[in-house]
Nanobody, 119 residues
Framework: VQLQASGGGLVQAGGSLRLSCAAS????????MGWYRQAPGQQRELVAT???????NYADAAKGRFTVSRDKPKDAVYLQMNSLKPEDTAVYYC??????????????WGQGTLVTVSS
């Protein structure tokens, strides 16, 4: 059972990247999903969530710049990141989550993908 984020790389400030999340060994099209990131020396933080029916929620840092989406037939989740800033530099992770009134509960972490934004 494995989740894998991909699509990271080096981009200049103001640029865009699209991250993808795919799985092997599980089907997550009926699960709520989350994108997280962890910058060097920082705690992992929530970036965005998407429910099984497509409802989305974003951290303040992501609002207006990032878009989370999913393709159920392909069993994939995406994070479109626009207007990237150097402070977006981090390892990005996708995760199977359970949404609560507080912080989501993570059932499964994916392997991350590094996003580096140069100034």
């Amino acid at each position: 059972v494995q989740l894998q984020a991909s699509g990271g790389g080096l981009v200049q400030a103001g640029g865009s990247l699209r991250l993808s999340c795919a799985a092997s060994g599980i089907i997550f099209r009926f699960n709520d999903m989350g994108w997280y990131r962890q910058a060097p020396g920082q705690q992992r933080e929530l970036v965005a969530t998407i429910t099984s029916d497509g409802s989305t929620n974003y951290a303040d840092a992501a609002k207006g710049r990032f878009t989370v989406s999913r393709d159920k037939p392909k069993d994939a989740v995406y994070l479109q990141m626009n207007s990237l800033k150097p402070e977006d530099t981090a390892v990005y992770y996708c995760a199977v989550v359970r949404l609560t009134t507080g912080h989501p509960l993570v059932d499964l972490w994916g392997q991350g993908t590094l996003v580096t934004v140069s100034s």
